[in-house]
């Protein structure tokens, strides 16, 4: 039995019987362009193909980006390391700037120093 077009012929015992989901007639379903293909001798060619076999060789290299500052690097790092015990990150931060830019620093700035001496570190 299949769904009845008029709702007053439709009973819920109908939900129970499996005919009653079954699809009715008219077009089929499209098969799947994989499908299509697999059965036609002159399918187009797969990307191996096109772009050679050996054509993928991992990531691509990294491009770089701006250079590092070496000398700058090597400042606060040598800086830091001979600072006495009883000064802070952020007090030779502070000192450090001033000599190297001949200006005071910013909390901005003051924050990224700190947080590229805590990567130079790491190294």
């Keep these: 039995m299949r769904q009845p077009k008029d709702p007053k012929d439709f009973r819920f015992a109908d939900l129970l019987d499996p005919a009653f989901y079954k ?11 994989d499908d299509l293909w697999l059965f036609q001798k002159d ?19 990294q491009r770089g980006g701006r250079p590092a500052q070496q000398e700058r690097n ?32 910013t909390p901005d700035e003051i924050k990224s120093v700190e947080r590229q001496i805590d990567r130079l570190l790491k190294k």
């Excluded at 399918?43 to 290299?61: E, F, K, N, Q, V």
């Excluded at 800086?79 to 700037?97: E, I, N």
Aim: proline share 11%; glycine share 12%.
């Design 23 to 33: 699809r009715g007639p008219g077009r089929p379903r499209r098969p799947s362009w």
């Design 74 to 105: 090597l400042s606060l790092l040598e800086g830091y390391r001979a600072r006495g015990k009883g000064v802070t990150m952020r007090a030779f931060v502070k000192k450090w700037f001033r000599q190297w830019y001949r200006r005071d620093a």
């Design 43 to 61: 399918r187009p060619p797969s990307w191996d193909d096109i772009y050679g076999a050996d054509a993928w060789c991992g990531p691509l290299p």
